[in-house]
């Protein structure tokens, strides 16, 4: 079981660095559509949209970096989590609120739709695991005596 962890594990981390390493360097290759994109969203003041554009990528990538660095990843991956939770929140508010956006994740042109707020729900899942990998590897070890 403690190998299929380790694997587990590893899988989670490079999954998701790779998907926050691409994401943000597709967006600062385009920080004007991602500004458009973000605008989209109709949730923030205009003073906002370009800070947004041009900082989020970057915590992205650093939040990629960490993963793959191995640096504090219980604490990396809560604030993985933290900010995926905070996409599809977003996600599902303007998708509730029936505005036409791009989603802006992963490329332009996406719009906003269930399947773009389940993914996003699916790449929370290894955050999760990662942020709770020890106290579930704790309670595993307490079932299995």
């Known amino acids: 079981m403690a190998i299929a962890l380790r694997i587990l594990h590893w ?17 600062l290759q385009s920080p004007l559509q ?13 003073s906002f949209i370009v800070p947004l554009a041009d900082y989020l990528p970057w915590v992205e990538i650093a939040l990629g970096a960490l993963l793959l660095s191995g640096w504090k990843i219980r604490y990396v991956s809560i604030g993985a989590s933290g900010l995926l939770l905070a996409f599809i929140v977003i ?15 992963f490329g332009f042109g996406d719009k906003i739709s269930p399947r773009t707020i389940a993914r996003d729900v699916l790449i929370l899942l290894p955050a999760v695991f990662l942020a709770l990998e020890e106290r579930l590897k704790k309670t595993a070890a307490r079932y299995t005596k």
Request: proline share 2%; net charge positive.
């Open 34 to 46: 991602f500004a458009a994109a973000i605008a989209g969203y109709k949730l923030v003041p205009d």
């Open 91 to 105: 996600l599902t508010v303007t998708y509730i609120r029936g505005i036409d956006a791009d989603c802006g994740c």
């Open 11 to 27: 899988a989670c981390r490079i999954v998701l660095a790779g998907i926050f390493l691409y994401s943000g360097y597709f967006k």
